[in-house]
């Protein structure tokens, strides 16, 4: 009975990300001090403090969305994209885009052709 899954990104700056969440990708949520709780419409993010302590390692997501060319100019415009992230179709039907968070975490922006 499974209902929705969530990222859970990790960050080594928890007011730094989500100021980059909410002021580049238009994200409103939560802090916690350690944890954040992200959402932009429908989709839902969560990021967590890093452990100092181990290496650091990004993670990614993937988020879907309607209307991909108009996200995409407005993320361009913005030089978020990340360098070989450019818009493109998949072959397994899917117009997709990258960019890079503040943490080096991959978000992958796709929408069915």
């Known amino acids: 009975m499974l209902l929705k899954a969530v990222s859970v990104l990790p960050v080594t700056n928890i007011t ?5 969440y909410k002021c580049k990708l238009g994200f409103k949520g ?22 100092p302590a181990k290496q650091f390692t990004p993670g990614g ?9 108009d996200l995409y100019a407005d993320f361009s415009a913005k030089n978020l994209i990340f ?3 450019q818009l493109v179709s998949k072959p397994r039907g899917f117009k997709e885009f990258i960019i890079l968070d503040n943490n080096g975490n991959v978000l992958r922006f796709g929408q069915k052709k």
């Not at 730094?16 to 980059?20: G, L, R, T």
């Not at 419409?41 to 452990?51: C, K, R």
């Not at 997501?61 to 060319?69: A, G, L, P, S, T």
């Open 61 to 69: 997501c993937y988020i879907f969305v309607d209307n991909i060319e």
């Open 16 to 20: 730094d990300a989500i100021d980059f």
């Open 83 to 85: 360098p070989r992230g």
């Open 30 to 51: 939560l802090n916690f001090g350690d944890y954040a709780i992200l959402k932009c419409m429908e989709a839902e993010i969560h990021l967590s403090m890093a452990d």
